[in-house]
């Protein structure tokens, strides 16, 4: 099969803005009215949210808590709207380079006309053929990948959706290209109780995306590529599908003979995806859940969740019913789960649940069930979390700490001369500026100094922290947290970490900037990410280099305690470039 228009996934120019659809409309209000226009007023102003909502393709927004900014999203409400009955919702996620409203023709099945740029395309909507679906494609900021601030964007889209139109909860589906190809994996495989069936093409499967695999058990997936795609290499999509397959998976998988990186072309064709999606709805109930982790960030999957995990390993669970209040599970890196039963139709009321956990006998009662690992015995009642270690919301990598509302600080606390501290406001800018190539994300980042950052600027804000306890007012504040911190006179190295201190994630950042000779590094993270927070996407809890990032002295995941591991403190106190704390 080959594409009748090939096009390249480059970047809009401009996006020329179209109004949002306006709210329902509201009587103004002054003083007091006399009791007939009073009854007037309230009977107009319900006649006004009553409206039918405008139909087809447009632009809404919704307000974003990540920098305070109303973000745009496009959506398509079918020509025959009917506000009292329940719709099925597909979510479309971009490629990189382009936008929101390029996407939701392009999910259509209406690309580009033969000539046409993508600047031009993106003016105005063409006739989208009339399906019974309402479709929502979120900006996401641009060109930002599908993780951290991009894939909070894309769930706030999918709340507001929620929130302004009856939605199936049963029949929300996901699809993308391309970057949002691979956004549409990650999505679909972090949390596959969401969706009702996905459908990535010509995927940039992300990188841990593949371990996640076992999740997509219950979730039905599409996979297309074109065979010559000079991009995203077809290899791409042939190796999660034969993961798949051996996963027993129902995955499906369409290849373009002679296709390059357009594949959307075929695969949106007349529309089609649509017809797909309709044979598919979610299970709530299914009688078997596999589940794999690295975070409490992703710990749960229709009637299982993982309460604790072992920090920085792959947490694994699988739960099948075997027969009515029959259960076996097995587990990895697993030290407390919960179960919910409630609706499960192999889940019998009033009667004993018999679970066979590792190889151990159990019984219990339902529907809800929290079980707690005891050196190797699995016994009822919940975990606790200790309030210093790791634990939800609180556990790292470095990458958590820019995935949502965040501020960048540089250090004045030493009384730096002019020179040196344009030279650290500079740093703390560059890091701020998430612009690559022709790219530039829709994104507002606050860069302060220490003495400058307010109560108001940290609330609900993660920190991004530039120097040392000795240069920075922020930094000598949390340092208690500090796992490791870099020497005076370390002049040529360079250390970025995670703590967790206040409520927040804090990423410190001392001597060289963790992108000082990054070429070789960037090479194996994702190409379609600014190089400042894709390179911080592959660190683990700390890095510490000499020189260059390419030269690495000591990486990887703090234990549970927030501590550098014994088998690597040693080392790094025998440079003596660094202090570690036990």
């Known amino acids: 099969m080959r594409s009748a228009s090939p096009q390249r996934d480059l970047p809009a120019r401009d996006t020329p803005g179209q109004q949002p659809a306006s709210a329902p409309g509201r009587v103004p209000f002054c003083g007091l009215l006399p009791r007939s226009f009073a009854v007037i007023a309230l009977l107009l102003a319900g006649a006004l949210s009553a409206q039918t909502p405008q139909t087809g393709p447009q632009v809404l927004t919704f307000f974003s808590s990540v920098d305070d900014t109303d973000q745009p999203y496009a959506i398509y409400l079918p020509k025959g709207f009917d506000p009292t009955r329940k719709y099925p919702l597909v979510m479309s996620l971009h490629g990189a380079g382009s936008n929101h409203r390029l996407n939701l023709r392009r999910v259509f099945g209406q690309g580009n006309l033969p000539g046409q740029p993508d600047a031009e395309a993106t003016r105005s909507f063409p006739a989208l053929p009339d399906v019974e679906f309402i479709v929502a494609s979120p900006l996401a900021r641009g060109t930002i990948g599908y993780q951290g601030i991009g894939e909070r964007d894309t769930y706030d889209v999918l709340a507001d959706v929620k929130k302004r139109f009856p939605i199936d909860e049963d029949r929300i589906y996901l699809t993308g290209l391309s970057m949002g190809g691979g956004g549409t994996v990650w999505l679909g495989l972090t949390r596959p109780d969401v969706w009702a069936a996905i459908a990535p093409v010509c995927a940039a499967v992300p990188p841990g995306a593949s371990e996640l695999a076992p999740n997509a058990l219950n979730l039905p997936v599409h996979l297309f590529h074109g065979e010559i795609d000079p991009v995203v290499p077809v290899a791409s999509s042939r190796g999660l599908h034969k993961q798949l397959l051996e996963l027993e998976t129902a995955v499906q998988?369409?290849?373009?003979?002679?296709?390059?990186h357009?594949?959307?072309?075929?695969?949106?064709?007349?529309?089609?995806?649509?017809?797909?999606?309709?044979?598919?709805?979610r299970n709530?109930?299914?009688?078997?859940?596999r589940f794999a982790t690295r975070t409490h960030d992703y710990r749960s999957a229709y009637w299982v969740a993982i309460s604790m995990l072992i920090p920085s390993t792959l947490a694994k669970i699988d739960a099948r019913f075997t027969g009515p209040n029959q259960i076996t599970i097995d587990t990895t890196s697993i030290v407390a789960f919960t179960l919910d039963l409630t609706g499960h139709p192999s889940f019998v009321p009033g009667k004993p649940i018999h679970l066979i956990m590792d190889g151990g006998r159990y019984s219990s009662t339902g529907p809800q069930m929290w079980w707690r690992r005891t050196e190797n015995i699995w016994e009822n009642g919940r975990a606790t979390h200790s309030t210093?270690?790791?634990?939800?919301?609180a556990e790292g990598p470095i990458f958590r700490a820019i995935s949502g509302r965040h501020i960048y600080v540089y250090g004045t606390a030493d009384s730096p001369e002019?020179?040196?501290l344009e030279r650290r406001r500079k740093i703390a800018m560059e890091a701020a500026d998430w612009t690559w190539s022709r790219f530039r994300p829709y994104l507002l980042f606050k860069v302060l100094a220490d003495r400058d950052v307010r109560e108001e600027d940290?609330?609900?804000?993660?920190l991004v922290l530039f120097g040392t306890s000795a240069t920075n007012s922020l930094i000598a504040k949390h340092a208690r947290h500090m796992a490791i911190e870099l020497n005076p006179g370390a002049a040529d190295y360079g250390l970025?970490?995670?703590?967790?201190?206040?409520?927040?994630?804090?990423?410190?950042?001392?001597g060289l900037p963790w992108w000082t000779g990054s070429e070789e590094a960037a090479k194996a993270t994702p190409r379609?990410?600014?190089?400042?927070?894709?390179?911080?996407l592959a660190f683990k809890d700390y890095v510490l280099f000499r020189g260059e990032l390419n030269n690495l002295v000591a990486a990887g995941f703090l234990d549970s305690n927030w501590k550098v591991p014994v088998e690597v403190r040693e080392k790094v106190q025998a440079l003596g470039v660094a202090t570690v704390f036990r």
């Open 496 to 510: 970025v970490q995670v703590l967790h201190a206040g409520g927040r994630h804090i990423l410190v950042s001392s």
């Open 284 to 289: 709530r109930f299914p009688q078997r859940v």
């Open 418 to 420: 002019p020179v040196e």
């Open 458 to 462: 940290q609330e609900g804000a993660d």
């Open 388 to 393: 210093s270690g790791k634990r939800p919301g």
């Open 253 to 260: 998988y369409t290849e373009y003979p002679g296709v390059r």
């Open 262 to 281: 357009n594949s959307w072309d075929n695969a949106y064709k007349d529309a089609a995806i649509f017809r797909w999606f309709s044979q598919h709805r």
């Open 528 to 536: 379609y990410l600014p190089l400042i927070p894709r390179l911080l």
